[in-house]
């Protein structure tokens, strides 16, 4: 029996990655878990954090593009940078998502820390 609700438990704390900002529901509704808990609240810091990065990301190459006769270029390449870390994020996202699935309490770097304190 403390199998299957520890299964369930892994289930809860990946779905919350899916969530985004919403995983902050799954945080407050969950009182007696704390892996649940610092998961989703993990997951809700994660997606506030790459908004964060790709509105900074849309201001740089927004501004960078009235730079005269070279923004444009210099706005590419600011575009095919945030391709780059919007790859990278994904795969971070979905390591995250394979921690919290085998039972890990992982800290993800700078908001881990918080998620482990609060939960």
Known sequence: MADKSKSK????????YFLGV?????YLLVKDDKYVRFHSLQA???????????IGMFIVSF?????PSIGGLLSLLV???NFLIFIGLVLYW????YKA?????YK???????????A
């Open 94 to 97: 979905l390591y995250l998502v």
């Open 79 to 81: 575009g095919i940078i």
């Open 44 to 54: 809700a810091l994660y997606a506030v954090g790459v908004l964060a990065v790709f």
């Open 22 to 26: 919403f995983a902050v529901l799954v």
């Open 101 to 105: 699935f085998s039972g890990e309490q």
């Open 9 to 16: 438990n892994t289930v809860l704390a990946a779905v919350s």
């Open 63 to 67: 501004a960078l593009a009235f730079v």
């Open 108 to 118: 993800a770097f700078l908001i881990g820390g918080f998620a482990e304190k609060s």
